[in-house]
């Protein structure tokens, strides 16, 4: 996502192990830039991305996970509609250790 200035990213999406067959699923990973947190941007962008995903790749479920301690995070996936499914214990390596993160989706409402 791009601020009102040009050549100036805010934030990033991405669509990432994108399942087709009987899954047809896919991750979400997003960040945004710390200047840029609590304006609404971040809740724009994912919200985009994942209409994208469901319109456009016509994908049934969208996955995305953060770390327990990520509160903002899980609020934004709570806001648009993810439900929690678990935690996944020592998920990810971030800064050189396994860490936590709660697992989230959201499945199309369509179908």
């Known amino acids: 996502?791009?601020?009102?200035e040009p050549d100036v990213v805010i934030g990033v999406a991405a669509l990432t192990n994108i399942?087709?067959?009987?899954?047809?699923?896919?991750n979400l990973g997003?960040?945004?830039?710390?200047?840029?947190?609590?304006q609404g941007y971040m809740t724009e962008m994912v919200a985009a991305v994942?209409?994208?995903?469901?319109?456009?790749?016509?994908?049934?479920?969208?996955?995305?996970?953060y770390m327990p301690e990520n509160a903002r995070s899980g609020a934004l996936l709570e806001r648009?509609?993810?439900?929690?499914?678990?935690?996944?214990?020592r998920y990810l390596k971030?800064?050189?250790a396994w860490r936590d993160h709660i697992l989230t989706a959201k499945v199309r409402d369509d179908e």
């Open 1 to 4: 996502m791009r601020s009102h």
């Open 19 to 26: 399942s087709r067959g009987v899954f047809q699923a896919c």
């Open 30 to 38: 997003y960040s945004i830039g710390k200047p840029f947190e609590g």
């Open 50 to 65: 994942v209409d994208y995903a469901f319109t456009n790749l016509d994908l049934h479920r969208v996955m995305a996970s």
């Open 80 to 89: 648009l509609g993810f439900e929690r499914e678990g935690v996944a214990r």
């Open 94 to 96: 971030i800064a050189g």
